[in-house]
């Protein structure tokens, strides 16, 4: 039997009535977008100026988290350690500064250049993730103790990280190939995606709201179809008792491919949409119920000892 949360169904419609939604991965059909990979080969012609953007984030950021405390208390080692921690990380907040860079081709070498707006997470930015995670490695909580504890500057932060600990300014980068394959051109987000991102991942591990994806409304409206996955072989004999069920997605989908010009139309929609869904849920959760209600009945009557009859007790 397939659960599905009610918590979901509020931040589906939450996010969709501004324009986005985002469904359970589990219930998305259609073409699958191909994931973009790093290019570890271009790693090593831009890691020590990815170090030295990767110190100038973390001292940014704690200086950012102190302002934000104030003068009156003092940030903790542990918010320096957790902000070292997900510098480097794609899932975190901590990381968005990578979102901003851009790899380009300057001569006989690589650039990293900040493009001081939030871009499509293409196969350069997966680079600079790599190269990022490939200089920290496991030297974050020195960086932390270097940092909660000496509050060097900029300047001396890099030398730390990038020259001493990691190495990976040490050495000169290596000339380019001549036969490089350029990467993608740099696609700005629009501020609407932007904003939607940094609300999915402030979403992240929240009760209720698992494996959630983000969809703009045209990504829906483009869907095909949209079916329950994750059922796995042995659940055939449950179809006719799931049909309400399955139901859902298309009712969803209905709601979410209303055309009507006015919001309050497609508000309505969605909401009946919903109402329906909650419906078909109780209806099949009362289903389940009743079939174990009789499983347990019929367990119990087993259990029961037969009394024996008078010829019986005769013959004995």
Known sequence: MVTFSYNVIFYS???LLSGFSTLPTCLAAGPKKVAATARREDIPYIQCQVCEMLAQQIHEQVEAK???????????E????????NVCNLKKQEADWILRVDIVENGGSL???????????????????????KVMGYLDTD???YVYTKNPSVQS?????????????????????KNRIPGEDFIPKSS??????????????????????MYSRDDLLNMKGMGMGGQEGG??????????????PSKLGNAMRAKDSSKSDLKNQIIKGIKETGSALKKHAKKGSDYLKKLWKGDKKKKKKVKPSKSDKTEL
Not at 66 to 76: L, P, Q
Not at 78 to 85: C, G, K, N, R
Request: proline letters at 6%.
């Open 13 to 15: 419609t939450l996010l």
């Open 66 to 76: 102190r302002s934000a405390v104030g003068s009156t208390k003092k940030v903790t």
């Open 78 to 85: 542990l918010e320096v350690i957790e902000i070292a921690e």
């Open 111 to 133: 650039k990293i250049v900040d493009r001081g707006t939030e871009g499509q997470c293409n196969s350069k930015c997966k680079t600079v993730e790599q190269a990022c995670q």
């Open 143 to 145: 960086v932390a103790e």
């Open 157 to 177: 932060l890099v030398k730390y990280l990038c020259h001493d600990l990691s190495g990976a300014c040490s050495a000169i980068p290596p000339p380019l190939p």
């Open 192 to 213: 609407k995606e932007a904003e939607m991102d940094r609300l999915m991942k402030s979403m992240e591990g929240m009760p209720g709201a698992p494996n959630m994806k």
């Open 235 to 248: 659940e055939d004999s449950d179809s006719d008792d799931d049909d309400d069920g399955d139901n859902f």
